[in-house]
């Protein structure tokens, strides 16, 4: 995690997280890891944007020392308050007691509530500048995204935006922290498209809202606080971002995600059928199943494609509980207004299905065409399954 110069005077504190098996407790990075980007830039006043997980404090503070001396810090400027950029705050005070912090008003209330700090804390507005000598800074509210006291840091002279989370992704950069250091950022967008699913989507409109913000912004870098900085097409992570915020509201790509469970095998063996008939179709496609693929890599898809096949059996009168649990999540993430089908088996009494309308109206997906099957399926079902499913990709 060595220091990386932005600019003359700005430099990137990248820590790498590689010991954390889930984000949040719920997301899993333990192969991908993460970066939690700090940013010092030195001139007149100097000043540090955001910190890192209190874990890695003390690492931290040591590649910050090789920069500068923390009891020379002025400022430290705090775009967001969740743990993973400040729990080194009470570390980094007691290193830096002189340093003021400037945040949004709602982050000199959480720094009360989360730290008990309450002393040199300046809360700053919306659109307000900051000299530092040669650099400028400008403060730019971001509420809920993705808290409510967040805030992008904006540095003049450079056109560089701090934007925390925003533009962030999972995924240790290993091979150089810029996005020109890849002739293939498919990983990276990948990982960046997870990240926003599983982190931001739920807050899409806010997103948009800052993204109206940033519009005639000369943008020459964009450095999140997680993953890549990026400065040789910074447009690019911005067009994604806002391109996936805009599905939060309208219709999303044309593409299909087949999900399936199964608990004895029987809607198995529907899915191969369906999943041929789909395939026929054409429509581009993504198929997971729930009881191996954590709802953290299934999210991306049901948010990018437009329909989704969901097959899984009847379990004591509902639909198979694992299919239950990545639906519930998929409302808790906002991913609403899809077209949607269903397939399965069912012992005596079905019901499945009530459990699909009742969830599907939460979200306002609609359920078109249901197969399902007693038991296991017969011949005539399987060909069934296959026009089922092709019919679903070419509607
Ligand atoms: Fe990376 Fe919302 O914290």
Same mark, same amino acid.
Request: charge should be negative; aromatic fraction near 12%; include cysteine.
């Given at each position: 995690m060595k220091p990386?110069q932005?600019?003359?005077?700005?430099?990137?504190?990248?820590?790498?997280?590689r010991?954390?098996?889930?984000?949040?407790?719920?997301?899993?990075?333990e192969?991908e $890891? &993460? #970066?939690? +980007?700090?940013?010092?830039?030195? =001139?007149?006043?100097?000043?540090l944007?955001?910190?890192? %997980?209190?874990? @890695?404090?003390?690492?931290?503070l040591?590649?910050?020392?090789?920069?500068v001396?923390?009891?020379?810090?002025?400022?430290?400027?705090?775009?967001?308050?969740?743990?993973?950029?400040?729990?080194?705050?009470?570390a980094?005070?007691?290193?830096?007691?002189?340093?003021?912090?400037?945040g949004?008003?709602?982050?000199?209330?959480?720094l009360?509530?989360f730290? $008990? &700090? #309450?002393? +040199?804390?300046?809360?700053?507005? =919306?659109?307000?500048?900051?000299?530092?000598?040669?650099? %400028?800074?400008? @403060?730019?509210?971001?509420?809920?995204?993705?808290?409510?006291?967040?805030m992008?840091?904006?540095?003049v002279?450079?056109?560089?935006?701090?934007?925390?989370?925003?533009?962030g992704?999972y995924?240790?950069?290993?091979?150089?922290?810029?996005?020109?250091?890849?002739?293939?950022?498919?990983?990276?967008?990948t990982?960046?498209?997870?990240?926003?699913t599983n982190?931001?989507?739920a807050?899409s409109?806010?997103v948009?809202?800052?993204?109206d913000?940033l519009?005639?912004?000369?943008?020459?870098?964009?450095?999140?606080?997680?993953?890549?900085v990026?400065?040789?097409d910074?447009q690019?992570?911005?067009e994604?971002?806002?391109?996936?915020?805009?599905?939060?509201?309208?219709?999303?790509?044309?593409?299909?995600?087949?999900?399936?469970?199964?608990?004895?095998?029987n809607?198995?063996k529907?899915?191969?059928?369906?999943?041929?008939?789909?395939?026929?179709?054409?429509?581009?496609?993504?198929?997971?199943?729930?009881?191996?693929?954590p709802?953290?890599?299934?999210?991306?898809a049901?948010?990018?494609n437009?329909?989704?096949?969901?097959?899984?059996?009847?379990?004591e009168?509902?639909?198979f509980?694992?299919?239950?649990?990545?639906?519930?999540m998929?409302?808790?993430?906002?991913?609403?207004?899809?077209?949607?089908?269903y397939?399965?088996?069912?012992g005596?009494?079905?019901?499945?299905?009530r459990?699909?309308?009742?969830?599907?109206?939460k979200?306002?997906?609609?359920?078109?065409?249901?197969l399902?099957?007693?038991?296991?399926?017969t011949e005539?079902?399987?060909?069934?399954?296959?026009?089922?499913?092709?019919?679903?990709g070419?509607?």
């Amino acid at each position: 995690m060595k220091p990386n110069q932005l600019s003359e005077n700005i430099f990137c504190l990248p820590v790498h997280d590689r010991s954390t098996r889930l984000f949040e407790g719920l997301w899993p990075i333990e192969k991908e $890891g &993460i #970066t939690y +980007n700090s940013y010092l830039i030195r =001139d007149e006043k100097t000043v540090l944007i955001d910190l890192c %997980k209190e874990l @890695f404090q003390e690492d931290y503070l040591k590649e910050l020392r090789t920069l500068v001396d923390p009891a020379r810090i002025d400022y430290l400027v705090i775009n967001h308050m969740e743990p993973d950029h400040s729990g080194a705050l009470h570390a980094f005070r007691q290193a830096a007691p002189q340093a003021l912090i400037l945040g949004s008003a709602k982050t000199v209330k959480m720094l009360d509530d989360f730290f $008990g &700090i #309450t002393a +040199n804390i300046r809360s700053v507005s =919306d659109g307000e500048e900051l000299d530092l000598g040669s650099h %400028k800074l400008r @403060f730019i509210s971001a509420p809920m995204v993705h808290w409510p006291e967040t805030m992008f840091t904006y540095e003049v002279s450079t056109q560089t935006l701090f934007p925390c989370d925003a533009f962030g992704g999972y995924g240790i950069p290993e091979n150089g922290i810029y996005d020109g250091d890849y002739s293939d950022l498919s990983y990276f967008e990948t990982e960046a498209l997870r990240y926003y699913t599983n982190i931001v989507a739920a807050f899409s409109k806010p997103v948009l809202n800052a993204g109206d913000k940033l519009s005639g912004l000369p943008l020459r870098t964009i450095a999140p606080s997680h993953g890549l900085v990026w400065n040789k097409d910074p447009q690019r992570i911005v067009e994604l971002y806002l391109k996936w915020s805009s599905y939060g509201k309208e219709p999303a790509e044309k593409g299909v995600t087949l999900l399936h469970g199964s608990m004895y095998g029987n809607t198995d063996k529907m899915v191969a059928e369906v999943r041929r008939g789909l395939e026929a179709s054409g429509v581009p496609l993504t198929v997971h199943d729930v009881t191996t693929t954590p709802v953290s890599y299934i999210l991306p898809a049901l948010w990018i494609n437009q329909g989704v096949v969901i097959g899984a059996p009847t379990y004591e009168g509902t639909l198979f509980p694992t299919m239950q649990m990545v639906l519930h999540m998929a409302e808790i993430k906002r991913v609403f207004n899809k077209q949607a089908a269903y397939f399965g088996s069912y012992g005596w009494g079905g019901g499945a299905t009530r459990f699909l309308n009742a969830q599907f109206e939460k979200m306002n997906w609609k359920l078109g065409e249901v197969l399902d099957f007693v038991g296991q399926p017969t011949e005539d079902d399987l060909k069934a399954g296959f026009a089922f499913g092709k019919r679903f990709g070419e509607s």
